[in-house]
C-alpha cells in the first residue's frame, strides 16, 4: 500500500473554512475542499497514487474509496503509535467514527451548496441553540449518514452483523439524543459504552485529524458523496482489528455515538 503523507507546507497549515453562501452568512467551522490531485503541492508519490486510482476507476467505480481507506488506516495507526500509552483501541475506532461523521456535513456543503449552488436554506435546516450558534440537519446529510447501504451507519453496521447475531444499537435513539443535548455542555459527547473511553474531548479530536486527512479525500475520491464511506470502510477494518477488545456490538456503539454529532456540528455565522 503506498503511504500517503500529506503535501508538504505551507498546505499542512489548515485551510480557511469554505466561504458563507451568498444571501445567507452561514459556513461549516471546519475547512471541507480539499487540494485535487493536480496540485503541484502534492509531492509525486501522491500524484502516482492519484493516476492509480484513476486508471482503476472505469473497472470499479469504488476503487479510490477502497485504496483511501487503506492508506487512512495505516496513517492512523502510524499517528496513535506517537501516543505513550500505544494504540488505543477506542482511538481506533473513534477517529474514523468522527471523520466519518463530519465528513456526511462536508460533502453535503460541497457537493449541494458549492458544486450545485443551492441555497443554503434548501439544502440545510438550521437549529439555533439559545445562544444562537446554528445545528444543521438535513435529509442529504442523513442519507449519507445513515440511510443508504453505503451510508457511515450501513457499513458499520454490515461489519458488526457478520460477526455477530446480538442486537445492534438503534441509531435513530443516538440520533434523538443529539438532537436533545443540542445548546448543551452533552453535546458532541458520545454516550461510550462502560468500561471505554476516547480519553480526549470528541470535538478536539475531530479539528485535529480533520485538516491532517482532507488532502487525502482529494486524491482518492471521485466525488464528495465518497468521503464518509472512505471513513467508513477504514472503520470496517478498525472493528476487525479490535474485536479481541471491543466486541462487534460495542464497536458500533462507539462507532454511531461518535459519528452522529460530528455530523451536526456547529456551523459558524459570519459577521
Known sequence: MTEFSPPSEPTLAPAAPPPAAPGFQVRPALPTAPPQPSDPRFPPAEQALARQIEQQRADDPLVGVKIGAGVFYDQLVQMLQGDPRGVRAELLLGVPALLAGYACQAATWESLVVGMGYPVESVFLLADSAEGIPYPFSDPMNHLLLEDQYSVWGLVSAAAAAKTDQPLPDAADTVAHVARSIGTPAFGQPRMPPGNTLGEDATKLLQAAWPRFLPLLGLACAMPEEW????????????????????????????????????????????
Open 228 to 271: 464518509p464511506a472512505l471513513f467508513a470502510v477504514a472503520l470496517q477494518r478498525s472493528m476487525e482489528t479490535v474485536r479481541q477488545l471491543i466486541d462487534p456490538v460495542r464497536a458500533a456503539v462507539i462507532a454511531i455515538e461518535c459519528a452522529v454529532p460530528m455530523a451536526h456540528l456547529p456551523m459558524a455565522r459570519m459577521a
